[in-house]
């Protein structure tokens, strides 16, 4: 029997997403400081308006809650609290890009807000040459904010003391525990990304000078550059994504972030407290190994036979980096969309799809399956294979490694297949939809798998001309895909049991 | 090159000049294997930055079907006294150059060797008034906001049942 919510339920949801939309609303400041830095008028008055939304949506749906001490949470609660939190963050944040200009529709605004929060990277903005500086820093912030986890920043640093707090954090997909407290451990994962912002800045603020940018334009760029390879977003300030910067270094150093931005959060805390034999040794690291040298080696094989890139060096700028930038579902191009279609051939783009949907490692930025899944599932399928070919009487344990040893019991397996099986619907959807609306079959696989797994590459499908049901299927695999189904589930199922519930 | 810089550089500033026989970027992407290698024309607004590495460098330009970078002498980009940003409309540039699908020169880029290089309209400041309706807008929403965080402020020190 579905249980139906009842008005305290109710009550619970909407005083923690109003604690979230609040915070996601008091970040709009930072728009606002370049806007003013900047001489952006226009800007920061649309992102104030943004603001002022968000404090009166936020709080009002905190007054729902009466009591002075702050409600715990259900489990149910918890995930249904961190999918709404998303939705209406959503559903504010596309106000100050409607409000700009440069997009065509409430619609293509929130695509791109999901698109940012889930750092996959698809764009549909306007003039991307002409955005303000104010408008492009939060593009690129909501990519990293989103890749840390909105709810994470809220319990890392404005949510204090709260009871429940775990359970949200769950509902967000994150179920990494570097500490024993979820609070530090969400505090954690920001002292590491801090770190990891002010280096990787810094050296592609270096990078910048040396292949002839001026310092601010500089320092402006290798801050979003680094937000969206660390996120393994993919946005970029202008149209041609990495391209545009014509330089071996600067896309090495970029690569260097992308691909640790898609390893494990508590892989990064090992290696910082010393563990460094943890990157030999885990599951998911020899996973990618495996995996991104195969799908890398078919992609060189058949562009180096069919010609398209001449010498070595342009199959690894080309090819290895196309490759890289889909395994470890960032999204950054140094060839035009279009190019994927009508260059590369067959076996290069299933190479590219099977990278996108395979996704990085969990508890990371990345999407896609995730190498811990797929790790799981060859040792499940091999140890099952063993089980066959020894004697009935035999006893065999699969273990891992994966920060410790683990067995690998049948409930993690099919947990991990389960999940794995749920992209892969998801992905068949997209592209039906995407075949539906007239596009031919290969480019609407690879659209899919790109926005199922989070990544952002195009084969130029992608625009504001798609028509709304696309867009409509896109924002919800996006967001799906994110939060790894289960959030996004139960709130439909809450209010469905809202409905029908007794 | 100094040769060819010069050469551009006498060609500068061209009252009148259009882009008649100016490819779309679009065009060059859709077929790029049909022009690979061949002279193509171009014609669009400077972007972003003048990226200068030694004597020569990139300028990325832009035109409503796409945008593509362009590799010339450097005293040929100096002439470029605009380039495109959110205050800033950039010098509308008229490029005639070898056309590279996948050039070998700069790691598989699709770009283009300009062989000439013509400003043919300067660009300028833009000025983006405020508009009256959005400073309306944005007050009403942070008084909204006030009076929501005010009431809950209140709400959460009484602690009504």
Redesign the interface.
């Known amino acids: 029997m579905i249980r139906k919510p009842t008005l305290r339920d109710f009550r619970v949801i909407a005083f923690y997403t109003g604690k979230v939309v609040v915070w996601f609303g008091l970040l709009m400041l930072i728009p606002i400081g370049v806007g003013l830095l900047q001489r952006e008028w226009k800007p920061v008055l649309d992102f104030a308006t943004g603001l002022g939304l968000c404090l009166a949506v936020g709080y009002g749906l905190q007054l729902q809650w009466t009591d002075r001490s702050a409600p715990d949470l259900s489990w149910t609660q918890g995930m249904v609290a961190a999918a709404l939190s998303w939705l209406v963050a959503l559903l504010l944040g596309a106000v100050p890009y409607m409000l700009s200009g440069y997009w065509l529709s409430y619609l293509d605004a929130a695509f791109d807000v999901m698109s940012g929060f889930t750092t996959t990277g698809l764009a549909l903005v306007q003039d991307l040459n002409h955005v303000p500086d104010s408008l492009n820093t939060w593009r690129m912030f909501i990519s990293w904010l989103g890749g840390q986890g909105m709810v994470v920043l809220a319990l890392s640093f404005f949510v204090q003391g709260l009871p429940g707090a775990y359970k949200i954090y769950v509902g967000e997909a994150k179920d990494e525990r570097l500490l024993p407290n979820v609070i530090h451990t969400a505090r954690a994962i920001w002292v590491v990304s801090i770190v990891y912002l002010a280096v990787g800045t810094a050296l592609l603020w270096a990078a910048g000078l040396a292949i002839g940018l001026s310092p601010g334009r500089s320092l402006l760029h290798g801050l979003w550059i680094f937000m969206a390879a660390w996120s393994t977003g993919g946005f970029a300030p202008n149209p041609q994504n990495i391209l545009y910067y014509h330089s071996f270094p600067y896309e090495i150093v970029g690569a260097v972030f992308l691909i640790i931005g898609s390893f494990n959060f508590n892989l990064h805390w090992s290696v910082w407290m010393g563990n460094r034999s943890e990157i030999r040794r885990n599951l998911e690291t020899v996973t990618f190994a495996v995996s991104s040298t195969l799908l890398a080696a078919l992609v060189a094989w058949e562009l180096g036979r069919s010609g398209v890139y001449a010498d070595a060096v342009s199959l690894f700028r080309k090819g290895y980096y196309q490759l890289i930038s889909a395994h470890t579902t960032t999204g950054f191009m140094t060839i035009y969309a279009r190019q994927f279609v009508l260059e590369w051939g067959p076996l290069a783009l299933a190479a590219m799809i099977v990278a996108m949907v395979l996704g990085g490692s969990a508890s990371s930025t990345a999407g896609g399956f995730k190498m811990l899944r797929v790790g799981i599932f060859v040792k499940a399928l091999a140890h099952d294979v063993r089980r066959l070919l020894m004697p009935e009487s035999a006893v065999s344990v699969q273990k891992f490694h994966m920060f410790r040893t683990v067995v690998l019991e049948d409930k993690t397996a099919r947990s991990a297949m389960t999940i794995m099986l749920l992209y892969v619907a998801t992905l068949t959807v997209g592209w039906a939809v995407g075949a539906a609306c007239g596009y031919d079959l290969v480019s609407a696989l690879f659209e899919s798998a790109s926005v199922t797994g989070n990544v952002g590459l195009s084969a130029g499908l992608t625009s504001p001309t798609m028509p709304a049901v696309l867009k409509v299927t896109y924002i919800l695999i996006m967001w799906l895909g994110r939060l790894e189904f289960l959030s996004v589930f139960v709130l439909f199922g809450y209010v469905y049991a809202g409905v029908k519930g007794r | 090159m100094l040769v060819a810089a010069l050469l551009m550089l006498a060609g500068a500033e061209a009252a009148g000049a259009t882009g008649q026989g100016a490819l779309p970027v679009s065009e060059l ?2 077929h ?2 049909e022009y690979d290698g061949q002279t193509v024309t171009v014609e669009g ?1 400077a ?7 030694g004597e020569s ?2 300028v ?1 330009i ?1 035109d409503p079907t ?2 593509i ?1 362009v ?1 010339a002498p450097a005293q040929a980009l100096r002439q470029i006294r605009n380039l ?4 800033t409309r950039g010098d509308r540039l008229l490029v005639t150059g070898r056309f590279n ?2 050039d ?1 020169v ?6 283009l060797h300009a062989e000439s290089l013509l400003v043919v309209a300067s660009g300028g400041r ?1 000025d ?1 008034a ?2 009256k309706g ?2 309306w ?2 007050l ?10 005010l ?2 402020r209140i ?7």
């Open positions: 992407i859709e790029a294997a607004e972007v972003g930055d003048l990226m200068l590495r460098g990139w990325n832009s796409g945008d970078g590799w495109g940003h959110y205050q699908r996948a070998p700069h790691g598989g880029d699709l770009d833009v983006h405020i508009p959005s400073l807008l944005a009403s929403a942070l008084v909204l906001g006030g009076a929501m965080t009431a809950a709400r959460q020190r009484i602690g009504v049942k």
